[in-house]
């Protein structure tokens, strides 16, 4: 039976809003695309590893402090909070009406949950490390103590406090970054597998809506977050790339509206074409190799002050890399805070051809020569730059005599290595957490580390770096850090090669990307102009 013509008609207009609506949203729908480092390993907060996996984390989750566009510790969870004068009792006021992405209620009982859980030994968090200013962390994280010894106390629901042994004045900065809460009815109910996105809930601008390994991470809006009306951005795709020409060319055909890292190769291309894009910032980073030093013959300190002389940096930045990189001889950058004086190791101040005869010397007092030419197996991740680096490398070691292994290996692989103790000279990229001076070179103090992949043990640097650690005056930590980097300087348990620079292309098209040292870009501050 044939429709009345005004039947007909209303379908016709029905369909046409259809159409258009959908057109309207599909126009309207801001996605924006960044590529990062390789493929997440977790998406737990409290278990990843790299500062890629830490990038995403930061969309999907707002500590009690969070970072401004350009990284300074503003309000997050919290709206407020108060530090006592002895820098060791903090005081945290909630925010009104937080909630989690899957509508329920978030107040302080949840982050003394998550305090208790990210510094449980059972969680093996990568970071629990760095509270251990917090009464009894310390003794928590040996399993000497339970975990509801810890020193944060949830008063009522809107108030937190957490309570120091010693001062820590970058706490807020460690907070900001590395204190994400997580949501104890979804942990509890799930388990393991509460990060998979059906199951997952988070409080930040973003929440998880697909996770396709090696493929992408995407992320949708949070309606519940706190400050959505604000958040210009409706979807976010992280994308893993080991493969740095892989992510370029991705970048150069317009699939990526922002990359962290390009070929060193390319930046004559980048400047020629697209110098709009280009973004290189010195960085909160140090490029490392790391010595075992219980492995002989990398436990003799003239082995390594040797091989540490005969690498000629300036080369090593101006022709292999040639990205703006500093040639580094000590470990501390000059991008982090009050720390105005820094030392450099003894030998900077020689020629290289000075430096070589040294080096070979002290080889020749270790047992080494040209009939026992020291092997140096030196590890390093799979990635062209990496390799260039090395062989580079080796070709100054080359010309003191050494003999050097070129082992390369996947980039998880090497971590695990690393922290298992399982090699002999290892490449490190040094990220630091905070911009305290004395917290860059943390992680080769034997006391306060899981992470000294090195196994450097000096009475002179630990006791030198504790004073300087439990310190709450600015200009005495300062002075105590340069005394203790001077000691491991001596001690090379590491070679410094060069400060890192950020090398970063984002379009010019977008707002709300401030460079910053520890190159923290939220993807919250972003925003496509018109």
Same mark, same amino acid.
């Given at each position: 039976?044939?429709r009345?013509?005004?039947?007909q008609?209303i ?5 046409c809003?259809v ?9 309207e729908l801001?996605?924006f695309r @960044?590529?990062?480092?390789?493929d997440?390993?977790?998406l737990d907060?409290?278990?990843?590893l ?24 503003i ?7 108060? +530090? ?5 009792t903090?005081?945290f !006021?909630?925010r009104?009406?937080? $909630?989690?992405s =899957?509508?329920t209620?978030?107040?302080?009982? !949840?982050?003394l ?7 449980d030994?059972?969680t093996?968090s990568?970071? *629990?490390?760095?509270f251990?200013?917090?009464v009894?962390?310390?003794? &928590? ?16 629901s !809107?108030?937190?406090v957490?309570r ?6 970058y706490?807020m =900065?460690?907070?900001?970054i590395?204190? @994400?809460?997580?949501?104890k009815h979804?942990v509890?109910?799930y388990?393991t ?6 199951n ?8 998880l809506a697909?996770w396709?390994?090696?493929?992408h991470?995407k992320?949708v809006?949070n309606?519940y977050?706190?400050d959505?009306?604000?958040?210009q951005?409706? &979807?976010?795709?992280?994308v893993?790339?080991? !493969?740095?020409?892989?992510a370029?060319?991705?970048f150069q ?10 070929p060193?190769n ?17 960085g909160?980073t ?17 082995v390594?002050?040797?091989?540490s002389m005969a690498?000629d940096?300036?080369? $090593?930045v101006?022709?292999v890399?040639?990205t703006g990189?500093e ?5 501390i ?5 009050n ?5 450099k190791?003894?030998?900077a101040?020689l020629?290289?051809?000075?430096? @070589?005869v040294?080096?070979?010397?002290l $080889?020749?007092?270790a ?7 020291l092997?140096v ?9 990496q390799?260039?680096? *090395?062989a ?5 070691w ?14 998880k692989?090497?971590a695990?290595?690393?922290m298992?103790?399982?090699?002999s ?7 630091a957490?905070?911009?305290?001076p ?16 090195t196994?450097?043990d ?13 310190s ?10 340069? =005394? ?12 410094p090669l060069?400060?890192?620079s950020g090398?970063?292309? +984002?379009?010019?098209?977008i707002?709300?990307? +401030? =460079? ?15």
């Amino acid at each position: 039976m044939a429709r009345p013509k005004y039947f007909q008609t209303i379908i016709t207009l029905l369909t046409c809003v259809v159409v258009l609506s959908t057109s309207v949203v599909a126009q309207e729908l801001r996605v924006f695309r @960044r590529g990062g480092g390789g493929d997440p390993e977790s998406l737990d907060p409290h278990k990843l590893l790299s500062a890629f996996e830490s990038t995403i984390m930061t969309d999907m989750f707002i500590a009690l402090a969070t970072t401004s566009p350009a990284d300074d510790a503003i309000p997050g969870s919290a709206e407020s909070w108060e +530090v006592s004068e002895d820098g060791l009792t903090y005081t945290f !006021d909630m925010r009104d009406g937080l $909630l989690w992405s =899957d509508g329920t209620p978030i107040d302080a009982y !949840d982050f003394l949950y998550t305090f208790r859980r990210q510094l449980d030994p059972a969680t093996a968090s990568r970071t *629990a490390e760095y509270f251990t200013p917090i009464v009894n962390a310390e003794a &928590v994280l040996r399993n000497e103590l339970p975990v509801e010894s810890l020193g944060v106390e949830a008063i009522d629901s !809107d108030t937190l406090v957490i309570r120091l042994a010693y001062p820590a004045p970058y706490l807020m =900065d460690i907070l900001a970054i590395d204190a @994400r809460p997580v949501p104890k009815h979804v942990v509890e109910k799930y388990g393991t597998e509460w990060t998979r996105p059906e199951n997952m809930v988070v409080n930040g601008p973003f929440k998880l809506a697909e996770w396709s390994p090696g493929s992408h991470v995407k992320l949708v809006k949070n309606e519940y977050f706190y400050d959505a009306q604000n958040v210009q951005l409706d &979807v976010v795709y992280h994308v893993p790339s080991e !493969d740095m020409n892989t992510a370029f060319r991705r970048f150069q055909s317009e699939e990526l509206n922002a990359l962290v890292f390009f070929p060193p190769n390319q930046l004559s291309v980048i400047q020629k074409t697209m110098p709009e894009t280009l973004r290189v910032t010195p960085g909160l980073t140090t490029e490392l190799y790391l010595f075992n030093t219980k492995r002989p013959p990398f436990d003799d300190v003239r082995v390594r002050r040797a091989l540490s002389m005969a690498v000629d940096r300036e080369i $090593l930045v101006n022709r292999v890399l040639r990205t703006g990189e500093e040639p580094a001889y000590s470990y501390i950058p000059a991008t982090v805070h009050n720390y105005e004086k820094r030392p450099k190791a003894d030998f900077a101040v020689l020629s290289m051809d000075e430096r @070589r005869v040294e080096a070979r010397r002290l $080889l020749s007092e270790a047992g080494f020569g040209p009939d026992n030419p020291l092997v140096v197996p030196l590890r390093y991740n799979t990635q062209d730059l990496q390799a260039r680096q *090395a062989a580079a490398v080796g070709a100054m070691w080359k010309q003191i005599g050494v003999q050097t292994e070129l082992l390369n290996t996947e980039r998880k692989m090497l971590a695990s290595d690393r922290m298992n103790n399982n090699f002999s000279v290892a490449r490190y990229l040094h990220v630091a957490g905070n911009y305290e001076p004395a917290s860059f070179i943390q992680f080769i103090q034997s006391e306060l580390s899981s992470r000294n992949f090195t196994q450097y043990d000096s009475e002179a640097f630990n006791a030198l770096f504790l004073k300087a650690w439990h310190s709450n005056d600015p200009d005495e930590r300062a002075r105590l850090t340069y =005394d203790a980097e001077v000691q491991a300087l001596a001690d090379q348990p590491m070679i410094p090669l060069y400060f890192y620079s950020g090398r970063r292309l +984002v379009r010019p098209n977008i707002s709300g990307w +401030v =460079d910053n040292a520890r190159g923290v870009y939220p993807t919250r501050w972003l925003a496509f102009q018109e």
